[in-house]
Each structure stands twice: as C-alpha cells, then as structure tokens.
C-alpha cells in the first residue's frame, strides 16, 4: 500500500543551527499533512500541519514547505536548541478520510 | 487546549490478565478518537477509530476480539486489551479530534506502556 516514508532516520545538529527534516510521501490524494514531535516516553505533540492548497507555512520557529510536484514535505527549525531533541514524524490524511498515515521517523539530536 | 488524558501510564501485569485504558478529551468533545500502538523504534500504527455511540473501525490484522473499544461518550474512549499475552506488550497510544472530523490536527495521550510478564 501506499505509505509515507522518510529519508534521514537520524539528525545530528549543534545548537544554534537550522535543521531541515525531509519526508516523500506516495498517496497524490493526501490533502492534509502534519508534523508531530515526540519525546521519549510521550506521545506525539503537534508542531504544524499544511493543506495541499498551499506550499509554505510558518510557525514559531518551524517552517513546513510542501512540494506536491515531487510528493515531498519537510519540517525547518531555526535556531535548533536541545530542546528539540526528539523523533520527528510526518504524517498525512487523504482526502476524504480522517486517519493519518504516520512516517517512520527522524530522530534528532541537538548538542550544545 | 486540545488536552487529551490517558490513563494508566504504565501497567505491569501476568498474562492473561485483561488491562482497560482510558482515553479522554479534558477540554472538547470528541466525536471521534483513535488508537495507536508503537513499538520501539518505529512509528504510529493505526489499530481503530473509535466512533462515539457506534462500533469501532478496526485497522485491518487488528483482532476487534482481543481489542475491545467502546466510546460511550464525547469524552471517553477505552481500549481493553483481552486475555493479554506477552507479544501484547507495547506503547498504546490514544487521540482525539475538536470540531471537524476532516483536515485538523489529532491530539495525542501521553500513551500506556503495556508490559505482560
């Protein structure tokens, strides 16, 4: 079946720099996609999401950038503190439903 | 905003034993919830939608005898895991949707460590 998947099962950045987490996803009819960050022990805290209707989208100090031509989205941190250090997970909702998809994850280690 | 409660965090239990968990929405109503379950080092899989006043949508392999979920109101879905075993033992994790079921956000539990000795 169709799923989401990511590239870089681990990030390993110093504190201070911009980190990009990238993800392909396979389902054309996913219309609604969203970043979750979960901490050890935890469950997914939501960070941003995006709808296929529009390609950018900022947060507090996450961007999320969706490109439809190629299937692929990423999650941009700017001034990566220890703070972030979590798995990063992307996920999507097709159109028409309302469960999401979940990608494998992209661990990501900030040091000071 | 967007709270959702799970309770128990941890249970530790004999096999075959069966161990409810709560999941519930603190500040909205929930028309709809969701289990998870995650193994260590991977994602979220999906295991039902939980409907409140229906029956469950169960994820296709999931065994809707052995996960027993009932949403009995706009705040409180319950996943009973029957005659637990061993390779049941895993991270249960529960969420919920405010408002529209389509296009927004899912808010997640703090999930259940499951372990069956």
């Known amino acids: 079946g169709e799923s989401v998947g990511l590239h870089l099962p681990t990030l390993s950045v110093q504190e201070g720099d911009n980190s990009i987490i990238n993800c392909a996803y396979s389902?054309?009819?996913?219309?609604?996609f969203i970043w979750y960050k979960q901490e050890s022990g935890k469950g997914p805290q939501f960070i941003i999401d995006?709808?296929?209707?529009?390609d950018k989208r900022q947060g507090q100090r996450v961007t999320v950038l969706l490109n439809k031509t190629v299937k692929h989205l990423s999650l941009q941190i700017a001034a990566t503190q220890p703070g972030d250090s979590a798995v990063y997970f992307c996920?999507?909702?097709?159109?028409?439903?309302?469960?999401?998809?979940f990608g494998k994850g992209t661990m990501l280690l900030v040091s000071p | 905003g967007a709270v959702v409660s799970q309770h128990p965090s941890r249970v530790i239990c004999k096999s075959g034993t069966s161990v409810k968990i709560e999941c519930r929405s603190l500040?909205?109503?929930?028309?709809?919830m969701f289990w998870y379950r995650q193994f260590p080092k991977q994602s979220l899989m999906l295991m039902a939608t939980?409907?409140?006043?229906?029956?469950?949508?169960?994820e296709q392999g999931v065994e809707k005898d052995k996960f027993l979920i009932n949403h009995a109101s706009l705040t409180l879905s319950t996943l009973t895991v029957t005659s637990a075993h061993p390779e049941d033992s895993s991270f249960y994790i529960c969420?919920?949707?405010?408002?529209?079921?389509?296009?927004?956000?899912?808010?997640f539990g703090d999930g259940t460590r499951l372990s069956i000795l």
């Open positions: 969420s919920a949707i405010r408002g529209a079921v389509q296009g927004q956000p899912q808010h």
């Open positions: 389902n054309s009819a996913s219309d609604y």
């Open positions: 995006i709808r296929s209707n529009m």
């Open positions: 996920a999507e909702e097709g159109s028409g439903y309302s469960t999401l998809t």
């Open positions: 500040d909205f109503q929930a028309t709809t």
């Open positions: 939980s409907n409140e006043g229906s029956k469950a949508t169960y």
